[in-house]
């Protein structure tokens, strides 16, 4: 199993954006989403960041709340996403695992054994979106003793003061937003977004990946030669899901994996 750490110290060495996908697992069934997260890291996807279905995913867009409601229809739950992890890892799937969930479902399946669980199941790191710095501490401990790294998030609105803090308080990488908002696709980044990058990754002690809006190669190649990591994910999982509904399940993952494809092309910087 790769490191996120040996990710990112291999693709630098590349002159590379490191390519994080987001999965809305579960959407329109498990048994899918095991066969499209081998696809999308047969593809060219260094790290995937497996999204736990929510009822109430108030950081998202339209995409991933309806893909988190069908998902959640399907009986899908954070426990049976993370052993969807482990029978990955037994089929010989590498590529670092990102657990990316609301505290909720966490903290009812019971942090100490979601911890253990994901550490049995080969996950690199955790996620939880609605977790400030103010509170990280609570879960970063059980997290250290399990070996599973802690994703700090930063918004645009952060001060930098704010977003140096919130990246001595993880490992792994910060997750930094790049719009004001919530997940979706968009046409284009912030006119501000190379000057803020440059800011952020000044002041944060992880490498910085940025994510929230970015939707076609294009919009990756710009964002790779800002950041350490670009990540996309609303485009990918409504092109997985409307391909899955017009054209079956076989077209949906070739879709998929010839998406991912170009966006790992994309991201070699200039």
């Known amino acids: 199993m790769k490191t996120i750490r040996e990710i990112f110290e291999k693709n630098a060495g590349e002159n590379r954006a490191t390519l994080i996908t987001f999965i809305s697992c579960g959407d329109p069934n498990l048994p899918f989403t095991e066969k499209l997260v081998k696809t999308v890291c047969a593809a060219g996807a260094d790290i995937v960041e497996l999204g736990v279905p929510f009822s109430d995913p108030m950081a998202d867009g339209a995409t991933i709340q309806a893909a988190s409601q069908r998902a959640l229809a399907g009986g899908a739950t954070l426990k049976k996403v993370v ?63 399990n070996g599973i790294d802690l994703i700090p998030l930063a918004a645009p609105t952060s001060g930098l003061e704010r977003v140096r803090k919130i990246s001595e308080s993880g490992s792994g990488f910060l997750y930094y937003v790049t719009v004001a908002g919530v997940t979706g696709a968009r046409k284009s980044l912030p006119e501000t977004f190379a000057k803020r990058l440059a800011e952020v990754r000044k002041v944060s002690v992880l490498p ?42 076989d077209a949906a993952l070739k879709a998929a994996g010839d998406f991912v494809a170009s966006l790992a092309s994309a991201v070699r910087r200039d």
Do not use: C
């Not at 076609?216 to 391909?243: K, Y």
């Open 83 to 145: 052993e969807m992890a482990g029978g990955l890892r037994r089929g010989g799937v590498e590529n670092p695992f990102v657990l990316f969930s609301y505290y909720n479902p966490i903290f009812k399946l019971g942090l100490e054994n979601s911890a253990k669980l994901s550490r049995e199941n080969g996950i690199n790191a955790w996620l939880s979106v609605d977790v400030p710095l103010e509170e990280s501490g609570e879960i970063s401990g059980v997290l250290v003793e």
């Open 208 to 249: 910085v990946a940025a994510g929230f809006g970015i939707s076609s190669p294009e919009m990756a190649h710009a964002a790779a030669q800002s950041a350490d990591a670009v990540v996309v994910g609303s485009r990918l999982v409504d092109l997985a899901f409307t391909t899955y509904l017009e054209k079956g399940e």
